[in-house]
């Protein structure tokens, strides 16, 4: 396969991922972590880390945007819940078998 094709597939994939996780703003972030070890905190992370190796500024706030399709505070405020004791506590768990 050639690199521009795999390219655009990723590009894809990614774009497609981001359309699902809007389409199911009901998994909260702590439930993607406790699965997944990551959420969409991690995914803005990780655009703006690549983008900044490819010379391009893209802050962590910009990046939050891209990824919630708003800006993170208004998809907070409509959508996070706070995390129950018991998500919480699968967290936890979940963390020290990390280690």
Aim: proline share 2%; net charge negative; aromatic share 10%.
């Amino acid at each position: 396969m050639e690199q521009n094709t795999q390219q655009q597939i990723e590009a894809a994939t990614f774009r497609r991922l981001l359309s699902h996780l809007d389409n199911n703003k009901d998994v909260q972030n702590i439930d993607l972590m406790i699965l997944a070890n990551f959420c969409r905190n991690c995914l803005a992370k990780w655009y703006s880390a690549e983008a900044e190796k490819l010379g391009e500024s893209v802050d962590y706030e910009q990046a939050r945007e891209i990824i919630y399709g708003m800006p993170y505070s208004e998809w907070k405020e409509k959508h996070q819940l706070p995390a129950t004791a018991e998500q919480m506590a699968a967290f936890e768990a979940k963390q020290a078998n990390k280690k």
